[in-house]
């Protein structure tokens, strides 16, 4: 009854024992298994979220690098336009301010008429209808239009202003390129395109830009208030 009794407790605790290795073996699997699992989905969700943290990054930077490349384009841009509008030194610089500005011309014929019998020389006395030099003395003159001849211009000039036609009137010198600055504008000079003439005392007809004439020697020129250096003009031709 003993050994009876002593084998089924034997048996009791080996399959009590069996049971509990199972069990083990089984929590073992399933903490396996389980750890196994977790550490996979642990590892996913840490490469899923490195990937996507350089996927954001490599956006971010690739957007940002594109902005600094288009900011720097434009700037490059703006500082090439300023160079070309401004005249600026430099990269882009402004240049330094000196207050100068570049000095316009006005292309203008003087003749003077000599009236070979009696060696003087026609001067007009500007009207109080003309822009500018109201009231001083002067030769013929008028402002060169366009790409014409100084040569005709003076021509037409002498006609409207003194009535003297190209028939009565013989070239005898020229001078080109003199400069006289304005008087009345800041900025401004006239080139001048000089001419002398001869004529044999012809008679003269004013238009509404001279209101008197005068013929003088050339020695008395400087008696009569003219237009700026119109001796130094007459100068250049005899």
Not at 72 to 81: E, I, W, Y
Not at 102 to 128: E, H, M, P, Q, W
Not at 167 to 186: M, N, T, V, W
Request: aromatic share 6%.
């Amino acid at each position: 009854m003993k050994s009876s009794g002593g084998d089924a407790g034997s048996r009791i605790i080996r399959k009590g024992t069996e049971r509990s290795g199972r069990g083990s073996g089984d929590n073992g699997r399933n903490n396996g298994g389980g750890s196994g699992g977790g550490g996979g989905s642990s590892r996913d969700i840490i490469s899923s979220s490195n990937g996507n943290s350089g996927r954001s990054n490599g956006r971010s930077n690739g957007r940002s690098n594109g902005r600094n490349r288009g900011a720097s384009a434009d700037r490059t841009a703006k500082n090439k336009r300023y160079r070309k509008e401004n005249g600026a030194r430099g990269s882009g610089r402004p240049a330094a301010a000196n207050g100068n500005t570049a000095v316009r011309t006005t292309g203008i014929v003087t003749a003077f008429i000599r009236d070979v019998r009696t060696d003087k020389v026609l001067l007009l006395r500007r009207s109080n209808r003309v822009r500018t030099m109201r009231g001083k003395w002067s030769g013929v003159s008028g402002i060169i239009e366009g790409n014409e001849k100084p040569l005709n211009r003076a021509k037409t000039e002498i006609f409207e202003e003194a009535g003297i036609t190209k028939g009565k009137i013989r070239l005898i010198r020229s001078a080109d390129g003199i400069r006289i600055k304005s008087p009345q504008y800041r900025n401004h000079e006239w080139v001048v395109s000089a001419f002398l003439f001869e004529a044999d005392s012809p008679p003269v007809r004013l238009n509404w830009e001279n209101s008197d004439y005068r013929w003088v020697k050339i020695s008395e020129m400087g008696k009569y208030e003219t237009v700026p250096d119109l001796y130094r003009v007459m100068s250049c031709l005899i």
